[in-house]
């Protein structure tokens, strides 16, 4: 009888020791999951900040002929940069959304 219980209880010490590894190998997955959307929100953000400014930079130099520079003016606002990088990052936030609901699953 004692060697019955030394085998159920290794069998159980066994199990518990192997769910409690995937349970913290899924959860290790699921925050690098988060880390990595996290970080692409981000990085989409910057980029968008990054595009915008150089563009309106472009315009404000003295590079480009002024009435070409006039015209661009009018289609590129000085609010440009802001809104581009908000509407931008809403987008990366649905399609993050999507990405969880359709792949990630967390």
């Known amino acids: 009888m004692p060697l019955f219980a030394t085998l159920v209880s290794g069998a159980i010490n ?4 192997f ?6 190998y899924q959860q290790a997955i699921a925050w690098a999951r988060r ?7 981000v990085a989409f953000f910057a980029a968008v900040k990054v ?3 150089s563009l309106l930079g472009m ?10 520079a006039m015209g661009l003016g009018m289609f ?3 609010n440009a940069g802001p809104v581009l990088a908000c509407l931008g990052s809403v987008w990366l936030a649905c399609v993050t959304y999507r990405l969880k609901l359709d792949g990630l699953k967390w």
């Open 14 to 17: 066994g199990l518990i020791s």
């Open 19 to 24: 769910y409690s590894l995937v349970l913290g």
């Open 35 to 41: 880390t990595f959307i996290v970080l692409l929100m």
């Open 51 to 53: 595009c915008v400014g």
């Open 59 to 68: 315009v404000a130099s003295s590079a480009i002929p002024s009435g070409f």
């Open 76 to 78: 590129i606002p000085s």
